[in-house]
């Protein structure tokens, strides 16, 4: 019994505590991460995250593909909300590239982005209740959740890792079967929601099990660097779709909630709140789309030939789509130096890209800013002291996502 | 309150003199440089000052030139001043023999695991540290897989039996 891997206090003969490995693979811990507690009877003494289990060397790989198939890598950071990654990497190569995007383009990259982040919202939060010991409202909302990737997968063909848009745009039209169903889910979804809300907002247990656990101050948040919904639901008003809005988000109307301890109630609230703000975003930018008449409601790139893909028909034709279509999928079209860094309000909060590039192919060197992997570091302080059914909910309510912890 | 990349360098070059250079504004992000020696006496002042008040740590990273005698690894930190909506970008240089650079972890609880990051990716050693070790990579490795010497396999590679893979 003395080979134990166990850790004795200092100066101790007998060990006190009891170590508890909480992972890698636990379904409490929704993701492959490892945390290996100290535990004094039920309460956390202290923790050691351990990640990377799913570390897949994304920026080393970036170093040698072509800005287009570095699309496919940023799905798989944050993949409960994979066109939010996508559109911030496509925001991305347009600012080092000067790209323009015309508005309608920038109208339905909010409307994908905005549905991304209620499907993001809508997996923490029902998983939160999950946790909790309420397994319907999870059930009731997936639902929704696949009419969402039925969106995604009428525009771009694919639901999960949904390698969506290209530099400059779509890669093609939305359909009208697309548009039907975002009119769809504008319509029914908003019941969903109010009925989602009802069943855990003023549930006595909900609230007792989420109310004071996971707390975290506003300062201690920003010097941890929270961002998003968990920098929010701590009180500081932070987000980028106003701070410095991309993709048009200027031209809308929406309110940023903010909570007020940064417990994991206030967390929860955060997100129903942003969901709701979230399908006045998609409703604006749906009218703002259909407003487009003519010609102009065509337009789904930017006139951006040498790194647009052109028409097939062109390829064959014309001599010039056929050099550019060449370049562009053989990886041969050379990148502008500069070093430029670009971010986007994701599921999670700022996810950054910063792209250096030497003029080259590829780029010279690629760093994900990932929100999770820089605010999973807080995880100890947030639970220390607390129960360990409480560090669960805790761990679900943050929306640890390890595909973004580990890159 | 309002920050202009003119008035932040005016600032430092009236603070660090000649010692802060290289100030450079790609895609509109001021950048600029300082020796290693001195990146916390600019971060605590960035952090401290006043009218500066850049708390916010964005992002922290490594990057390696293998060109550039004695300045090989480049530690990179984006800053924010959150209230006034501003951003800049510092970056230290160090030799790859002895890449030392002070920790910023008494000033940026987050750059705690950043740091390990890119101690773990380019072996950038970041002296005051409380916990450096690796963090996504495995503890018994004995390389630092990012710097540009490991290149990545060669596709066009036909020696490798891999058949179930589509190539060979």
């Known amino acids: ?407 | 309150m309002n920050l202009s990349n003119e008035y932040v360098q005016q600032r430092l070059v009236e603070k660090f003199g000649d010692q802060v250079h290289s100030f450079e504004e790609p895609y509109g992000m001021l950048t600029f440089e300082a020796p290693k020696e001195l990146n916390l006496k600019v971060l605590n002042f960035l952090f401290d000052d006043v009218h500066l008040q850049y708390r916010f740590l964005t992002d922290l990273t490594g990057v390696h030139y293998p060109d550039q005698a004695g300045r090989e690894l480049a530690v990179v930190y984006h800053l924010h001043n959150l209230s006034a909506k501003h951003r800049i970008r510092f970056k230290v240089f160090t030799d790859i023999q002895t890449p030392d650079v002070y920790t910023a972890t008494g000033l940026f609880a987050t750059a705690n695991w950043m740091e390990r990051e890119t101690f773990d990716f380019y072996g950038v050693n970041f002296v005051g540290h409380p916990n450096l070790k690796r963090i996504l990579n495995v503890e018994e490795m004995d390389y630092f897989p990012l710097r540009k010497e490991f290149p990545l396999e060669d596709q066009t590679r036909i020696d490798k039996d891999d058949a179930m893979f589509g190539r060979g």
């Open chain 1, 1 to 407: 019994m003395n080979e134990q891997h166990i850790r004795l206090p200092e100066g101790s003969i007998e060990k006190t505590t009891t170590t508890l490995n909480l992972g890698p693979t636990h379904p409490a811990t929704h993701g492959v991460m490892q945390n290996i507690l100290e535990l004094d009877g039920e309460r956390v003494v202290s923790t050691e995250q351990t990640i990377g289990y799913i570390h897949r060397a994304f920026e080393k790989l970036a170093e040698r593909r072509p800005l287009y198939q570095i699309t496919t890598l940023t799905d798989r950071l944050n993949y409960c909300s994979s066109p939010i990654n996508n559109m911030g990497w496509h925001l991305t190569c347009e600012k080092l590239l000067g790209v323009q995007t015309p508005k309608r383009v920038d109208y339905l990259r909010v409307i994908i982005m905005e549905l991304a982040r209620i499907s993001d919202h809508l997996i923490c939060n029902s998983i939160v209740g999950v946790d909790a010991g309420a397994y319907t409202g999870f059930l009731y909302v997936m639902q929704y959740r696949e009419l969402i990737y039925e969106i995604y997968e009428e525009v771009c063909g694919a639901r999960l890792t949904t390698n969506m848009g290209r530099i400059g745009g779509f890669e093609r039209n939305f359909s009208n079967t697309a548009f039907e169903k975002i009119e769809k889910f504008l319509k029914e979804y908003p019941k969903v929601l109010q009925e989602f809300e009802d069943l855990f907002i003023r549930n006595r247990i909900f609230m007792d099990r989420t109310q004071g656990t996971g707390g975290i101050s506003a300062e201690r948040a920003l010097n941890y660097g929270f961002t998003g919904p968990n920098l929010r639901a701590a009180g500081v008003d932070y987000d980028l779709r106003v701070q410095q809005p991309y993709s048009s988000y200027e031209d809308f109307q929406f309110n940023i909630p903010v909570g007020t301890t940064g417990d994991n109630y206030d967390r929860w609230l955060v997100r129903q709140r942003e969901m709701w703000e979230s399908l006045s975003i998609i409703d604006q930018a749906y009218r703002k789309v259909q407003d487009f008449k003519g010609k102009e409601a065509e337009v789904y790139h930017a006139d951006a030939p040498a790194y647009y893909l052109p028409a097939k028909a062109d390829v064959y034709t014309k001599m010039e789509a056929l050099i550019y279509h060449f370049k562009i999928v053989m990886g041969e079209t050379e990148i502008p130096k500069g070093e430029v860094y670009q971010a986007v309000e994701g599921g999670n909060g700022e996810l950054g890209f910063y792209l250096i590039s030497d003029g080259g192919r590829t780029p010279y060197r690629l760093h994900f800013r990932r929100p999770c992997f820089v605010y999973y570091q807080a995880y100890e302080e947030l639970i220390k002291g607390s129960m360990l059914s409480d560090a669960i909910m805790t761990m679900s309510s943050l929306n640890l996502i390890a595909g973004e912890l580990d890159a």
